[in-house]
């Protein structure tokens, strides 16, 4: 058994709207009202609190509810494609380590776009066999809160 597995969770969604447009959205949620706006359930806080906003090198400090639990998160900017992806990463090392990197990605269609969020998430063999139904629950939590990004940048891009 490796020491180690790396688990990804993806949504990949179908938007009627151009990749400029997607990833406009994206890139204008700077502040609390812009990031509410995508997920009113969940977001609570975002402050750009390094460099300029949605740049490589940039790192974001967000605050978002996942399983019932407020998370407060600080992320890197590490890739910015225009209209087709961003990468970022837990600023913590440590945390780095078992949650490398997570992306939006942007594939254009005929007369659409497919919105892809992705996350990756690195599972030790202890926390598998000790701790295997709590992580399951938490990475379904993600995977949820994943789902429900893609449906709410459907509903406010489609109309």
């Given amino acids: 058994?490796?020491?180690?597995?790396?688990?990804?969770?993806?949504?990949?969604?179908?938007?009627?709207?151009?990749?400029?447009?997607?990833?406009?959205?994206?890139?204008?949620?700077?502040?609390?009202?812009?990031?509410?706006?995508?997920?009113?359930?969940?977001?609570?806080?975002?402050?750009?609190?390094k460099g300029q906003p949605w740049t490589e090198g940039s790192i974001i400090y967000a605050e978002e509810y996942i399983?019932?639990?407020l998370h407060k998160l600080k992320f890197e900017i590490t890739r910015i494609e225009a209209n087709k992806r961003i990468e970022y990463a837990p600023v913590s090392r440590f945390v780095r380590k078992f949650f490398p990197k997570n992306e939006f990605m942007i594939e254009p269609k005929e007369g659409s776009c497919l919105f892809i969020a992705s996350g990756t998430y690195r599972i030790g063999w202890i926390g598998k066999t000790f701790f295997n139904a709590a992580i399951e629950k938490s990475l379904s939590s993600v995977k949820q809160h994943m789902k429900e990004e893609g449906e709410n940048l459907k509903t406010i891009l489609e109309t």
């Fill in 1 to 49: 058994m490796p020491f180690f597995e790396d688990r990804v969770l993806t949504d990949t969604i179908e938007i009627k709207t151009a990749p400029e447009k997607i990833f406009s959205f994206l890139t204008s949620i700077v502040d609390d009202d812009s990031y509410r706006a995508w997920h009113p359930k969940d977001h609570v806080k975002l402050r750009f609190i």
């Fill in 67 to 69: 399983h019932g639990k």
